[in-house]
Antibody
Framework: QVQLVQSGAELKKPGASVKVSCKTS????????IHWVRQAPGQRPEWMGW????????KFSQRFQGRVSIARDKSASTAYLELSSLNSEDTAMFYC??????????????WGQGTLVTVSS | DIQLTQSPSFLSASVGDRVTITCRAS??????LAWYQQKPGKAPELLIY???TLQSGVPSRFSGSGSGTEFTLTITGLQPEDFGTYYC??????????FGQGTKVEIK
């Protein structure tokens, strides 16, 4: 069965960076893109960016441009999100989700369980 | 950026009721809209995509309609397990996806 399993909760100080992993299984890794979504407490999900797991190409929301990077390790079927210059707004649950790589309008059909990142001094 | 506005923000309904949630886009997005259900402490789950296509495994009491700028999610025969927050998501702007602000559904 399809699974996306994320790394555990993180506590970071303001200005630090965080790296979250998303290990996938149950499907061909390179057939699906991986997207990352931030959701602050009580707020709507916010799309951050995505990676074409086949080519490694990435695209980011302007809101996070400059402090976000997404990478993947095809041999491990795992994607990574790194977010730098953390501030209190980044205290949130971070989710990875998969969507078919090619074609328009592909929805996020499987999601990871989420990784809670807390930013506090 | 394309903005999505959902209404209502909150609704309380009884088991068996027909419930409708609306999502309006700030510009036309064809049929590139999805609906998700999120329960407390859990990741969102896909219900509907392409505005009206039911995701595999989702009960048939859920249905979606609309195109362009106005979309609806309907639950026909609300069940106790349908509580949660429902979000629409636009998938039109190339790889720049946004979500509506959510509709919280409470079972009376």
């Amino acid at each position: 069965q399809v699974q996306l399993v994320q790394s555990g909760a993180e506590l970071k100080k303001p200005g630090a960076s965080v790296k979250v992993s998303c290990k996938t299984s149950g499907y061909t890794f390179t057939d699906y893109a991986i997207h990352w979504v931030r959701q602050a407490p009580g707020q709507r999900p916010e799309w951050m960016g995505w990676i074409n797991t086949g080519t490694g190409a990435t695209k980011f929301s302007q809101r996070f441009q400059g402090r976000v990077s997404i990478a993947r390790d095809k041999s491990a079927s795992t994607a990574y999100l790194e977010l730098s210059s953390l501030n209190s707004e980044d205290t949130a649950m971070f989710y990875c989700a998969r969507a078919l790589t090619y074609g328009s309008g592909k929805p996020f059909d499987y999601w990871g369980q989420g990784t809670l990142v807390t930013v506090s001094s | 950026d394309i903005q999505l506005t959902q209404s209502p923000s909150f609704l309380s309904a009884s088991v068996g009721d027909r419930v409708t949630i609306t999502c309006r886009a700030s510009q036309g997005i064809s049929s590139f809209l999805a609906w998700y259900q999120q329960k407390p402490g859990k990741a969102p789950e896909l219900l509907i995509y392409d505005a009206s296509t039911l995701q595999s495994g989702v009960p048939s009491r859920f249905s979606g309609s609309g195109s362009g700028t106005e979309f609806t999610l309907t639950i026909t025969g609300l069940q106790p397990e349908d509580f949660g927050t429902y979000y629409c998501q636009q998938l039109n702007t190339y790889r720049m996806y946004t979500f509506g602000q959510g509709t919280k559904v409470e079972i009376k």
